[in-house]
């Protein structure tokens, strides 16, 4: 059936078409750097990192733009409270949030840009919308006014019929079920210490306008995807289109995705719950990236994830059954030949896994398609009922299986072994079981032991594993 997506505008599951030929061009909101991000926050990057991985699969190119809000509210007050400039106080935050995101393997986009390197922009797409009839000033702020813009709501598709003109809001967030003129530009106050001088006065950018014009500064006016949590598709994603469509008079974007909220122990994230944890707060407690990126990335995107502790612990026990699946498959001694019913039994599940992605990024059911798979056949092997010849294929759907999820391939602790070394030590263990050298081979073992590396002698050859 083809690559489909359920579209947040129309509220339906529609076929993937994308504008330019092969080309996506897709839009995402990022990171706002004020602190670490934490794990509702990377579930949506992971739900972002599993799309763009998917789309490459099903062999489109990518023209991927993630925005890094380095300008709010939030943000200057913080800012000026640690007497820090803008840049160094955002650039603590920026990197971290590159280090998290590569530690959980999340693909770069192809573009990230920042929101203080385009107020010039900014300010020409406000004066763009002033002379089109879309604003008004109060005390030197500029406003768009959604009266004048007859489709606004249609994404969040709520009512705002009792909505009251002129209303006005100068947060960047704002309640989400009230409709208010949004701030465009924020007129300097004496107390703060950021602000630009511009022909529009001075001041600083609204956080709506910066989405609006890094995407299509980037992109052009239509977009294909534009991604992002459920909770920014009202006000932010409706005021991103009240705004764009506005300049151009075209459609912003083709497909709206939205990921579900992330809970925790069936309780919304917080910090005064105690229950708020970034990814570094779980790498200190023992559980590594690749377990919460399985786990993240387990539950489809359109559904809330419970997250708990015991839910990384049952990711690690999927991710190594998948480990020495795959150890299997690669050491194993198999007898010759093919077995035609097997052949067609491995495509029967890269069709499932094909399937289930093109189907909105069903994820339970990809990897339901595979651990099925694995689970029969792990039982022919141990019958000897898995030919050599077999084994290629599987190969390549483990392979492809890794190319969206992932998780395969086990990241060395800090300072600890890295593939190489302990492909090293077991030649070098072997060589002195050969020479009788026992005492050597024990010492060896002992050392990887401690290592955390579990070595498994069997009539095959030496598998290993991390612990």
Known sequence: MGLRFYNTLTQQVEDFLPIHGNEVRMYTCGPTVYNFVHIGNLRTFTFQDILRRWLQARGYKLNHVMNITDVDDKILRNAAKEGKSLHDYTEIYTQAFLEDTGKLRLQRPE???????????????????????????????????????????????????????????????????????FVLWKARKDEETFWWDTPIGA????????????????????????????????????????????????????????????????????????????????????YTPEQLRYLLASVPYRKKLNFTLEGLTGAK?????????????????FPEGINVELTARTAKARDEFDASLDDDLNTAEALAAIFEYVRETN?????????????????????????????????????????????????????????????EADRIRKELDAAGIILEDTKEGVRWKRK
Not at 256 to 261: F, G, T, V
Not at 319 to 329: G, H, P, S, T
Not at 396 to 402: G, I, M, N, V, Y
Not at 425 to 436: E, G, L, N
Request: proline share 2%.
């Open 111 to 181: 573009k990230m840009v920042k929101a203080t390197e385009h107020i010039n922009d900014m300010v020409s797409a406000i004066e763009t919308l002033d002379k089109k009839g879309f604003t008004y000033t109060s005390e030197g702020s500029t406003y768009y006014r959604i009266s004048k813009f007859p489709g606004y709501g249609k994404l969040s598709h709520l009512d705002f019929s009792g909505m009251k003109d002129g209303a006005r809001v100068d947060n960047d967030e704002y309640d989400k079920d009230s409709a208010r003129d």
């Open 317 to 333: 026990s999927s991710i190594q059954r998948l480990r020495d699946y795959k150890l299997r498959l690669d050491t194993g001694k």
């Open 203 to 286: 001041g600083r950018p609204g956080w709506h306008i910066e989405c609006s014009v890094m995407a299509m500064k980037y992109l052009g006016e239509t977009l294909d995807i534009h991604a992002g949590g459920i909770d920014l598709t009202f006000p932010h994603h409706e005021n991103e289109i009240a705004q764009s469509e506005a300049i151009t008079g075209k459609t912003f974007a083709k497909y709206w995705l939205h990921s579900e909220h992330l809970n925790i122990d069936m309780q919304k994230m917080s910090k005064s719950l105690g229950n708020f944890y970034t990814l570094r707060d779980l790498v200190e407690m023992g």
């Open 379 to 439: 039982v022919l092997m141990d019958s000897g009922g898995f030919p050599s010849g077999n084994t290629p294929a599987a190969q390549e759907l483990l392979s492809r299986f890794d190319s969206v999820f992932d998780v395969l391939k086990a990241d060395a602790v800090e300072g600890g072994l890295g593939d190489a070394e302990i492909d090293a030590q077991i030649t070098a263990r072997a060589a002195a079981k050969k020479a009788k050298n026992f005492a």
